[in-house]
């Protein structure tokens, strides 16, 4: 037992006082002697024991009132097994109300959201008036760096309301731990209320300030049932308006109870244009295909959509991409090569490309920087030069295609395959050969064959080069011919692909510039060269958005805008390898599409979705809370747990210890109704 005040036991002296009258009030009494006494005998001693008895009792009745009131006036308390003394004086409390998205899960006293709120509220009104307060949810507001005082509090906990922000709670407790050790108050508690999800209660790896007591109070919910679009994507990175596309989406089941007929909604710019039916197991997951044709050119916006209550955020995903994307191909050929070949031919006419044309002479190298594909058609050397600028190209991303000359330099070419870690040029072999294998396990012609025959009818290769193949470079054959040599291989370095064929692209070389394996190969050279944009992006979170850096000084910054129109953010940019990077520094919250925009010109689709961390439903139990804070030794870790009935007695328990005062205020009480019914019962 412990004392608030203890310096009142020095009260405890006055116990001296009915002490000190009851030995003056002591009277000694004298013998009389006279005849036939002895029955006066009898009851002079009879009532001598008597009037001692109840001078006894009443004396002792009266220093227990005395002894009951001075420790009334200590206030003991009996200190919780995790508390430490109660220090006097202000108290500063930060309470933590958890407003992410699945406290708008229910129990049979409502929304947890609401609930939290009503006990952070009994919390408040267990404390005095000069206690301080700071209110912090997972917005991580500027207004949440301050104190509150008792009404105001209240007032601040009733305007919370459901967030799409998503924190750890290691990350919640050293915001208030930082705050409160901030503000100089030595008397410092944390409550903290949550619904405490595994995704994010991290009480495993949970780091604690020891100077501060802490308390969880965990609010269940009557189920964990959630169903929810995880993500989705695209079969092949490439759409375009006119062309069937496939779209798949993964839908999840957190819950436990299994589900018979669910159906998944497509829209795409604002129409629904196809729905799949799914079923799904309890604790599992499963993939839905939606098969449509693309009808718009540019800019697509769509989304995936389910039904699920009463956790809703998750229910509806939304993607967005476009349509009209053009690949920069940079062909050079060599001195003595046409203008008209099979590269030219198949690009210059389609919409698809950007296609730009050099000689070996006159090559502009300021167009490397924007290109995406870069064809090196049977040069006769490669300049240290142009090997410089391939290794540019290479650090920002894309696909290099090395083609040899039959009359190569040898020496420029393998310091340039040397420096670009490609295999090296041997021997021109001038046998006739076939091409024998397709690598198909590579991925490369993945989508192009629906079914492949032994008897194939692949291209003829009357001259190639043979490679000496080193320890440094990573190739990976593509194309093989009969003798197990390498037709085309595919390599990377940095950012960038690098194909490499072993025979010049001519009539006397080889068929394959004319054969029909040609078209799909160089197509998928080309697709290759794309970054996938990413469908969608999460909300509240540093997106970054890699654009081609085609902005000069003097232009207006990019904005990002969202359909709507009353979202209008300029992002932080960077210029890397002249890659442009937006950084959105989670100033986006709100889910939709946007575009990003420079000079009222449109440059990039975008969608936003809440993110999914919430979506797994699964919390911690009161008993595996307890038993978490028992294994890792929390001294300064309590836990109460929400029965429905109002918290304040609770929470004054474990931050002060369970009080006695008034126990011994009725005691008091008790010992002077005592001596009252001594004196007027013995007389």
């Known amino acids: 037992m412990m004392f608030v005040y203890p310096l009142f036991l020095w009260a405890l002296a006055a116990v001296s006082v009915p002490v000190i009258i009851h030995l003056f009030n002591f009277r000694r009494y004298k013998k009389v002697y006279f005849t036939n006494v002895k029955f006066l005998k009898e009851l002079q001693q009879e009532s001598k024991s008597k009037s001692r008895l109840k001078e006894i009792l009443i004396l002792i009745a009266r220093c227990l009132a005395i002894i009951c009131l001075v420790l009334a006036f200590a206030q003991p308390f009996i200190p919780s097994k995790n508390s ?8 500063a409390l930060s309470l933590y109300i958890d407003n992410s998205f699945s406290m708008e899960n229910v129990n049979k006293q409502g929304a947890l959201l609401d609930i939290a709120k009503t006990r952070a509220k009994e919390v408040i009104k267990a404390f005095g008036n000069a206690d301080k307060f700071q209110i912090i949810t997972n917005d991580f507001e500027g207004k949440h760096q301050r104190f509150y005082t008792k ?43 949550s619904d405490a ?40 990175p490439l759409q375009q308006k006119g062309f069937i596309q496939k779209l798949h989406a993964k839908i999840v089941n957190n819950g436990n109870a299994d589900i018979d007929a669910g159906s998944a909604k497509l829209y795409l710019n604002k129409q629904h244009i196809a729905i799949a039916s799914f079923s799904l197991d309890a604790n599992s997951k499963t993939e839905v295909l939606f098969t449509f044709e693309c009808k718009q050119s540019g800019f697509n916006f769509g989304s995936v959509k389910i039904e699920d209550y009463p956790i809703t955020f998750d229910d509806e995903l939304f993607f967005a991409f476009n349509s009209k994307v053009n690949i920069a191909v940079s062909l050079v050929n060599g001195r003595n090569q046409s203008n008209e070949n099979s590269f030219s031919a198949l690009l210059k006419n389609d919409s698809l490309f950007n296609f730009r044309s050099f000689s070996e002479q006159t090559i502009d190298y300021a167009a490397f920087k924007n290109s995406d594909v870069i064809i090196l058609n049977q040069l006769s050397e490669l300049s240290s030069g142009l090997v410089s600028e391939l290794l540019k190209f290479t650090e920002q991303g894309g696909a290099l295609v090395i083609v040899p000359n039959e009359k190569l330099e040898i020496n420029s070419y393998n310091e340039a395959m040397k420096t670009l870690q490609l295999p090296r040029f041997e021997t021109l072999d ?36 043979k490679f000496q ?39 006397s070389a080889s068929n394959f510039g004319k054969h029909a394996l040609f078209v799909p190969t160089l197509y998928q050279i080309c697709f290759s060269s794309l970054k996938s944009a990413p469908l969608f992006y999460t909300t509240n979170s540093n997106v970054v958005i890699n ?34 990077s937006l950084f959105t520094r989670n100033q986006i919250s709100q889910t939709g599409f946007y575009e990003v925009s420079r000079n009222n010109s449109s440059l990039l689709p975008l969608a936003f979705n809440f993110s999914r961390q919430e979506s797994d439903l699964q919390s911690y139990s009161a008993d595996e809370i307890k038993n978490i804070i028992s294994e890792k030794g929390f001294k300064n870790l309590s836990l109460i747990e929400d029965t429905g009935a109002d918290i304040s007695a609770q929470v004054l328990q474990i931050a002060e210890g369970k009080k006695l005062w008034k126990l011994f205020l009725l005691l008091t009480l008790l010992f002077i109704a005592l001596e009252a019914a001594l004196l007027r019962l013995l007389k």
């Not at 209240?154 to 050790?181: G, P, Y």
């Not at 690598?439 to 629906?450: K, N, P, T």
Request: with cysteine; aromatic share 8%.
């Open 84 to 91: 430490a003394a109660k220090i006097s004086g202000t108290s």
């Open 197 to 236: 999800q595994r995704s994010t209660f991290n009480l495993e790896n949970l780091k604690l300030d020891t100077t501060i007591k802490t308390t969880i109070i965990p609010l269940q919910a009557n189920q964990v049932n959630n169903v929810y679009v995880d993500t989705c994507w695209f079969e092949t």
């Open 547 to 580: 654009l081609k850096n085609d902005l000069s000084v003097q232009e207006q910054p990019p904005h990002i805008r969202n359909s709507n129109g009353n979202i209008d953010i300029i992002p932080e940019m960077r210029i890397v390898n002249n890659a442009l």
């Open 430 to 465: 001038t046998s006739k050969l076939k091409v024998n294998k397709i690598e198909l396990a590579s991925g490369f012609y993945a989508g192009v064959f629906e079914k492949t025959e032994e008897r194939m009818n692949l291209p003829l290769v009357n001259k190639h080069f």
């Open 469 to 507: 193949k080193t320890g440094r470079n990573n190739s990976e054959a593509i194309l093989m011919l009969q003798n197990a040599d390498d037709f085309l291989s595919r390599n990377k370095l940095n950012n960038a692909v690098l194909y490499l064929f072993s025979a010049p692209m001519n009539e």
């Open 151 to 193: 009404e105001d509090a209240l007032n601040a906990i009733e305007d919370i309301k459901i967030s799409s922000a998503v924190r750890e709670l290691n990350d919640v407790l050293k915001r208030q731990s930082d705050f409160l050790n901030s503000s100089g108050i030595n008397n410092k508690k944390i409550y903290a209320f």
